[in-house]
């Protein structure tokens, strides 16, 4: 049973570009979801895909968007990137949740600095 | 506004002793809660969870117990190893939203166990 990886591990980008962070979901599971994690903080819901739908977004503006694809892998693509989007983020994949006792994989996560 | 808080950034503790980590609730619709591991470089891994419909669930050292009136739950580690060091992730979630049951996280206690 392989985890859940992300892709690329660190990168860094400046003002105004924008990047595309890459996830595979642990094997067997449908939905992905995407969490922000500042220094000192603790994860952040972006937004997560079931079926290759938007399931649910936290409060992050639209430059924020997903893809999740067939094979339930799944995209995070940020747009005109600001300072305050340095953060760790998180892919965590699951089961789509009928209950509160879902369990989220979470990968190691992609280390975005922008200068 | 925070719905989940962990007050406390930081414990430390003697090898063999209790560690206890606190964390408090505002939302009242919240009816699971999950606590996560996270040791620096990997993801948050699941570590226990408990329902609202119960005060107490234990595996192994680890034991966590909910105090629904004070909105209150904690984490107990008996006996504290080493290996115990990491950042511990309080996390609620409900049905109440669509039936999504996505986790809202706190911002985490960082865990050092001293040989």
């Known amino acids: 049973e392989t985890g859940v990886t992300q892709s690329p591990t660190h990168l860094i980008k400046t003002r105004g570009q924008q990047v595309t962070l890459r996830c595979s979901s642990q094997s067997g599971h449908n939905t992905v979801s995407w969490y922000q994690q500042a220094l000192g903080q603790g994860p952040q819901f972006i937004f997560q895909?079931?079926?290759?739908?938007?399931?649910g977004r936290g409060n992050f503006p639209p430059r924020f968007s997903g893809l999740q694809f067939p094979n339930y892998s799944s995209e995070l693509n940020v747009n005109a990137l600001e300072l305050d989007d340095s953060a760790l983020y998180l892919c965590?994949?699951?089961?789509?949740?009928?209950?509160?006792?879902?369990?989220?994989?979470f990968g190691a996560g992609s280390r975005l600095t922008v200068l | 506004d925070q719905q989940v808080k962990q007050n406390s950034p930081s414990l430390s503790v003697q090898e063999g002793r209790i560690s206890i980590l606190n964390c408090d609730y505002t939302?009242?619709?919240?009816?699971?809660f999950l606590w996560y591991k996270k040791y620096p470089a990997e993801g948050p891994t699941f570590l226990i969870s408990?329902?609202?419909?119960?005060d107490k669930n234990e595996d192994g050292r680890f034991t966590v117990f909910l105090n629904k009136s004070a909105k209150h739950l904690s984490l107990h580690i008996v006996p504290s190893q080493p290996g115990d060091s990491a950042v511990y992730f309080c996390a609620a979630s409900s049905g109440s939203s669509g039936g999504s049951y996505i986790p809202t996280f706190g911002r985490g206690t960082s865990l050092i166990v001293h040989p």
């Open positions: 408990i329902s609202s419909i119960k």
């Open positions: 965590a994949s699951s089961l789509k949740a009928v209950s509160g006792a879902n369990v989220l994989t």
């Open positions: 939302n009242s619709m919240f009816d699971y």
């Open positions: 895909y079931y079926r290759e739908e938007e399931n």
